[in-house]
């Protein structure tokens, strides 16, 4: 099997000014030399996922120390990778990671994040659904960057037992690309009886085959965000699992590709129980023949396979049509399964009854906001870079929308597009009412909703956060490109 090495690198400050402007190319400083102090290679994690150390005795308190750190990762056998990844400094063998280090909390718990950045790059760190106080969201619009070198302290109390993810926001189709992304777990309230939880961060990286990701972005980078040539299963191409025949597992997902869509089907006909995504647990399960995850959205699913002990069978991702005729390439397989003897007995019953809900309540007349979707690629220039807007404006030149704290709002987005987009709203859920008009039972809330080609989708949002929210299409290219925009939500 092939072997993920991981070796931090100390940061050159003489390189650190070069980069401010390198920073600019995308996918920038793979040009840099691996150098000097390389702290002892470490074994890629298997699951249980290596979880940020807490520093603080109170059991009230979750303090981590956390880093962002230049990096290599071999994800072609026997090549090297730069990457940016991030390292749990609060651990005696932390080491760089792609996916970062797992924040494991409890509902209620205060989370303290002491960040330090050692790129040669300002960054941030957005906690992706998580409602927390607007200063901490990460974003340019609430806070200064953090400089090489330079550090802050993020502090909120996790509120929602859910999966979510952390990735910086600036930058982001770069930083992210380059491996700053790692899952956000909060557990709480209903956890059914499962063999084995497991938690799966997809994506996808552009590599060339001598090792460093592709530093050249072409207009169909920028048109459908960048599709890589390797999927990636937390941050390996050949992921393998052993599977206890006829157990029941528990599997939360997230999508941290820039613009590819996984769309995940199960070997023999087996279906997903889709039992939460991006809010939480769901009001009740629902099976699924296939499960698609647009770029930021999470699922949490529970699986039982079958097969024979000795045998292997795989989970593929299939082809969904999510515009500008993206060519099928046939189902790929991005998880090898081998089955293993069953464990114990047969899975116990399922939970009655699973996540609180709840509605929320739009006040009749209320006139919805609209937010139109459109994209621009003039043919007639070659090499033109595509240009996407909301209400024909493109971030950051917009007009801010401005709305009431504790106010209840419609929000109709119309995407005239000839592809989806996925529309996140950051420090808030919404619930789905309408798509293309017809109305949609509630099952839970989301914070990343795909808005398909040429539909669209009716929100209700609840404004109970004070302070500057973004939201954009999670196609990176997208939302650095113009497709965000933010709101304002004052007393
Ligand atoms: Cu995943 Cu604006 O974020
Ligand atoms: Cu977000
Ligand atoms: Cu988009």
Known sequence: MLKWMVRALGLRSSHALAAASIALLLLGCSDAPPTTSEPPPSSQPEPPWPVLTDTDPDPAVMRVELEAVEAQVEILEGKSTPVWAYRDAGAPKGDAMVPGPLLDVEVGQRVQVHFVNRLPVETTIHWHGIRLAASMDGT?????PVPPNGEFTYEFEVLDPGLYWYHPHMDSEMQIERGLYAPLRVRGGVDPIVTRERIFVLDDVKI????????????????MGRQGNVLLVNGRRDRTIDYATGSRERWRLVNAANGRFFNLELPSGAKFLVIGWDGGLLEQPYEAATLLLAPGERYDVLVTLEGDPGSSAALQNVHYDRGHDLPD???KPILDIDFVPPEAEPPPALPSTWGEVEPIQVPAGIEPRELVLTENMDETVPGAEPEFFINDEKWPDHTPLTGVLGGTELWHIDNVAEMDHPFHLHGMFFQVIERDG??????????????????SVLIAVKLDAPGAWPFHCHILEHAERGMMGHIEVVP
Do not use: F, H, Y
């Not at 340019?140 to 200064?144: A, D, F, G, H, K």
């Not at 017809?438 to 539909?455: H, Q, R």
């Open 140 to 144: 340019p619009l609430s806070q200064m």
């Open 329 to 331: 390439p046939g189902p």
């Open 208 to 223: 060339s085959s001598d090792g460093p990701l592709v530093e050249e972005t072409l207009p169909m980078d920028l048109m």
């Open 438 to 455: 017809v109305p949609e039972a509630l099952l839970g809330l989301k914070d990343t909703v795909i808005v398909p080609k040429e539909s």
